[in-house]
């Protein structure tokens, strides 16, 4: 580039200020790019959930005595006028087991994100009714859960490599 090319230099100190904000803002948005970011949202809000998912089960099908237990004696849903039992634990805690182990899987393939995502908002929507004192990690749960109904699993996904073969 001749100096003739070269763009001239902001002449005050806030648009040199200006100038040096914008540049940094593109180095952020290069490192946060939107493939990237979507990725980074679904590996997040799966891993609570499998954790949680992995603990309930002794083998394929196979509840524990904890998970039931846990969902007959203990779990209480905090409702005005309660706290509940919850309605058929044993059923309850099945589902609930299955649901964080398969729900987690799609997201992190990214297939049926969306509604892997509303999966997981609506079971931590109960856990929020279950544990309300954690709302604080609850709430990003369903902030993450939100991000990701809105904005979709992103590039690196099984949906988005379907999306691409029925848009042919």
Known sequence: MTPMEQPAEPATPAARLAALVERAAGL???L????????????????PF????????????????????LFTDEFMLHLPGGP???????LVAFLAGAAEIVL??????????????????????????????????????????????AHGPGRVSLDHRVGRLYRR
């Open 28 to 30: 952020v948005q290069a």
């Open 32 to 47: 946060a790019r939107p493939a990237l970011v979507q990725l980074a949202l679904r590996l997040a809000l799966a891993v």
């Open 50 to 69: 499998s954790k949680s998912g992995m603990l309930k089960w002794d083998g394929f099908l196979q509840l524990n005595e904890i998970a039931v237990t």
């Open 84 to 90: 509940y039992p919850f309605p058929a634990p044993a």
């Open 104 to 149: 987690p899987v799609l997201l992190v393939l990214g297939l049926g994100t969306r509604f892997a995502a509303l999966g997981l908002l609506a079971m931590t929507a109960v856990v929020q009714l279950t544990v309300p004192d954690g709302w604080p990690i609850h709430l990003t749960w369903a902030a993450m859960a939100l991000a990701i109904m």
